[in-house]
């Protein structure tokens, strides 16, 4: 049995995209079972209450030498915690490559589209098997998440394809409605404690000799984001603190103003977005303008800025 | 214009590989043009005559920033020597993933079949394109290459399958009368140096702290081979003080009796080899039964080894 898992602080990508996975292997004949490594988010919940589906399980620990696959995510530090000690035999992913290897030659499937979804809907094609509502209606939902309906420079012609393949086997008649349900249910953040906040789409990445946590806020409501600012920049504190990082910052999406306002912690971080993005932060807000994208435009200016 | 280029030492799969997978992308509208890390075997020579092709031209320098695609391999010690500066946008392996990253997403197929040929014959096919007759029979002689006609324990399925379906395009009537004409070319080593017969086929591998120099020589003809041992260990022994390894092998693997007979240089390897195959060398030859696949069999059982 194949244990199929997304990243930590999961998205909606990463929760649809280990259910469908799990499916399409087991339909192969490759018997499969999805896990989660964290709580699904409101967005998520959502839309797992829509397609009439249960969140999987949390991932237990898995004894050494596990078949594992690996979706919309390859890195270690996103992956479960004995990633080194299990056996890789299946990846699906759209993030550039990081320190994953294999033991043995695998299965991987790369390829630089908006989501994972998209590529699912392609092998689903290249085995020969329909796609069934409720996967569509989960492969939908990760492709209007991941590209935040189209607007997101990571979108793909592919991906637009993709969608409007899936919305009628969905039966998503009016996909514009769909994603701003969606998005409301990502908005609606209610009591969500900061620290929650913080992580509900958060990753480390390794710059030069330094670590740095970078969160993302999407959201239609970022005025009550900010109306909560003070507690997330201790948030952020803490957390820099705790895990010993060289630096955090979390971004405000508004999704549908497409624009960044990033939340950060100390002049240490000012300097860095300073010289990476030509940002000067206002008290503890930089406007990075209409950069979105934490995959395409944010790390790549980080790692632009920290090999010079 | 990508550069896709195979391993250094080529072997048949690596040059094949790049020139249909440059043919491939050219044809699917990216242009791209093949090249190779080093002289092509006897092998390679003869199966490009056959072909009616030319061998592609060595890898330049390229600037740092170029986009790169690489075919049968994947790791840096394999790759072009500032792999590391150059973009890598397509991976077409079928080897275990090693230390390969990329900066940007990027499109990655592995799959763990006995040759990169058979997944190239798949990629036609998902991208609705024919197979062309030359690149029919660069991807056949290829498949029967990597696998020694169907004998190795990489081969899978879909090897033999794709050898069936591109034999007729090939206009192979014979599929074992050419496979042995391949194998006799590869065996007529003629006056070859014997730090080049060693280089031939030869990878470097890290097992833990050390790295090790693995070679192998697929031959109709292991006499010829054994009649030049002394020579073959004096190369063995100045590569391995010239390159710093922990230990150097060289296989001689019996393609029709489907043996490796492997040559060793010191105490270190005998005693390694006693460790990780239970085989007690004999003067300088370690008897490796039918353990012919470096790739599935010695690599693996090296591995484990180091890692006790």
Known sequence: ????????????DAITAALVYA?????????????????PNQETAFVLRQAGMQAPELLPTLPAGSPVALVDHNEAAQSAPNLADLDVRYVVDHHKLGDLTTAQPAYLRFEPLGCT???????HREAGLSVEPTDARLLLS??????????????????????AFLAPIAGVDDVTAYAMQMFAAKSDLGDTPAERLLKMDYK?????????GLGVIETTNPGYVF???????????????????????LSVVDILGETNRTLIVSGAEAEVVK????????GQVADLGQLISRKKQIVPALEAYFSK
């Open 23 to 39: 499916h399409l292997l087991s339909r192969s004949g490759t018997p499969a079972t999805a896990y989660r490594l964290g709580e």
């Open 117 to 123: 979804a998209t590529l699912l809907l392609k092998l």
């Open 275 to 282: 010289g990476a993005f030509g940002v000067e932060a206002e």
């Open 1 to 12: 049995m194949i244990s199929v898992f997304g990243h930590l602080n999961p998205d909606t």
């Open 204 to 212: 480390e990445f390794t710059f030069g000799a330094q670590q740095w």
């Open 142 to 163: 990760a492709v209007l998440s991941d590209t935040l309906e189209f607007r997101s420079p990571t979108t793909t012609d592919a991906d637009r394809e993709a969608a």
């Open 227 to 249: 109306g909560r600012q003070a507690e997330l920049i201790a948030a952020m504190q803490a957390e820099k603190v705790a895990s010993g990082l060289g630096g955090i910052l």
